[in-house]
């Protein structure tokens, strides 16, 4: 089935610290892919989604690019402050008219 | 309103009671999804109702759950005779559609802890 897997936290980094998190999918058809956000005490928030192969999401300095060849959605963001510490989510949807797959979710920590 | 909104946003229940869960999802949003987020364990899926049509159940753990959505707005989940492992934070989440182009917004969550 349908499915996402992403790297396991914590993940611990200092400020300005280059973030990576890597995310691989395995879908029948052509999902759509994304990434949601949850601070702490809030809920989820979409951060960035990208629709078909090499299309490159983009949000709040993060930025991620649909890899077909690799089935990738890897996160990444140059310089990590510490308001971003919160859970990040990959997720796909193979079509509209499903739900969204998420993966377990990794939780960053910015420190100073 | 501006977003999904949820309550109660916190519930705690006595093991063996029945709990309902309330979904106010954004006016004019085509579907409607429950989702449920468990320490550890990410998010899973639990039904998803759009339109009319009868909604998707498949991702219900048990006959203990069960879920409604009158006149394609507000959606209600019920479960019955609550365990502890139901403690989670309860999700709902409303769709969008503009042709190819799609979005959920999701609800703050309902946390709720069986004792």
């Known amino acids: 089935g349908d499915s996402v897997t992403q790297m396991e936290g914590p993940v611990t980094l200092s400020e300005e610290a280059f973030l990576t998190i890597n995310c691989t999918y395995t879908?029948?058809?052509?999902?759509?892919l994304f990434w949601y956000v949850q601070y702490p005490g809030e809920g989820l928030q979409l951060l960035l989604k990208?629709?078909?192969?090499?299309d490159k999401g983009s949000n709040k300095g993060f930025e991620a690019t649909y890899r077909k060849e690799t089935t990738s959605f890897h996160l990444e963001k140059g310089s990590v402050q510490v308001s971003d510490s919160a859970v990040y989510f990959c997720?796909?949807?193979?079509?509209?008219?499903?739900?969204?797959?998420f993966g377990k979710g990794t939780s960053l920590l910015v420190t100073p | 309103g501006a977003g999904v909104s949820q309550s109660p946003s916190n519930k705690v229940t006595e093991k063996g009671k029945d709990v309902e869960l309330r979904c106010d999802p954004i006016?004019?949003?085509?579907?409607l999804y429950w989702y449920r987020q468990s320490l550890g364990q990410g998010l899973e899926f639990l039904i998803y109702?759009?339109?009319?049509?009868?909604?998707?159940k498949s991702g219900l753990p048990s006959d203990r759950f069960s879920a409604e959505r009158t006149g394609g707005s507000v959606s209600t989940l019920t479960i019955q005779r609550t365990q502890q492992e139901d403690s989670a934070v309860y999700l709902c989440?409303?769709?969008?559609?503009?042709?190819?182009?799609?979005?959920?917004?999701f609800g703050s969550g309902t946390r709720l802890t069986v004792v």
């Open positions: 989440a409303s769709r969008f559609d503009r042709g190819e182009y799609y979005g959920y917004t």
């Open positions: 879908a029948t058809g052509y999902p759509s």
């Open positions: 990208a629709t078909k192969a090499d």
């Open positions: 997720a796909l949807s193979v079509t509209s008219g499903y739900a969204l797959n």
């Open positions: 006016s004019g949003h085509t579907a």
């Open positions: 109702f759009q339109g009319n049509s009868a909604p998707d």
